[in-house]
């Protein structure tokens, strides 16, 4: 992003990454609309210059396509246009919708960490006859802090989606080791491998930046996320958790 982009920053992404949260919370989208956003966002912001004007109109049209994609019942242009203030219109919505298109070359599926995370937490859980929904919400809350920083682009979302794992059964455990053999078989990675990505999600669950962007802590505040944001986060990682499993 910044070899092409001139007015947008890092920051301003988060901004509308934070945003997005919210609006997909309103319409109820399922997380994988939320996900395939942020990666059209990243994508079109990779190869075309945007003003910092038309980054929400590039926000909502990414959403526009993804729920589209994704959504048995997708929010219409003119409710994208609403939740602006009308800022933008239908044609301008459209006509960012196009360009985005065509500078995908169409290509909306692809692997996004939430995809992932799915297949890691059923193999989390493999051990536990009653599976609770609380390693799942933890799993889901730190991977979307992920999604806030531009930074981490540099890992991949499957890398991503087993380094959430990690720290979300640390936080529950402290005590057991947060890595065994069956996540490692079923995820491809060894423990040592997690080190870096867990330790950046560590410190994004404990703020240590002070990040202000509040609707991804404010949502998994709630009690039908079993209010995993307000857990108490690990101090740190023990070095012996990434030892590899022989």
Request: hydrophobic content about 40%; charged content about 20%; glycine content about 4%.
């Amino acid at each position: 992003m910044e070899a092409v982009q001139h007015d947008i920053n890092a920051n301003m992404r988060g901004i509308l990454v934070d945003w997005l949260v919210e609006v997909a919370e309103e319409y109820k989208l399922v997380p994988d609309t939320l996900y395939l956003t942020i990666s059209y966002i990243d994508r079109y912001l990779s190869g075309n210059l945007v003003s910092r004007q038309r980054l929400q109109l590039l926000g909502v049209a990414c959403m526009l396509i993804a729920s589209k994609y994704e959504e048995i019942c997708a929010p219409h242009v003119e409710e994208f246009c609403y939740i602006t203030d009308n800022t933008y219109n239908r044609e301008e919505v459209l006509e960012m919708e196009r360009s985005v298109l065509n500078h995908l070359h169409f290509e909306l599926t692809g692997p996004t960490t939430k995809s992932f995370l799915r297949r890691f937490v059923r193999a989390a859980q493999a051990e536990q006859k009653s599976p609770t929904f609380q390693l799942e919400f933890l799993g889901n809350y730190l991977a979307e802090l992920t999604l806030l920083e531009y930074g981490f682009l540099r890992f991949l979302p499957s890398m991503i989606a087993g380094a959430a794992v990690f720290v979300a059964r640390l936080t529950l455990n402290p005590a057991q080791k947060p890595w065994n053999s069956t996540l490692q078989h079923y995820s491809g990675y060894k423990a040592s491998e997690l080190r870096e990505c867990a330790n950046a999600i560590l410190e994004l669950q404990k703020n240590t930046k002070n990040c202000t962007l509040p609707a991804i802590r404010e949502k998994y505040r709630q009690h039908k996320f079993k209010c995993v944001a307000a857990l108490v986060p690990p101090a740190a990682i023990a070095p012996e958790y990434f030892i590899d499993i022989e």
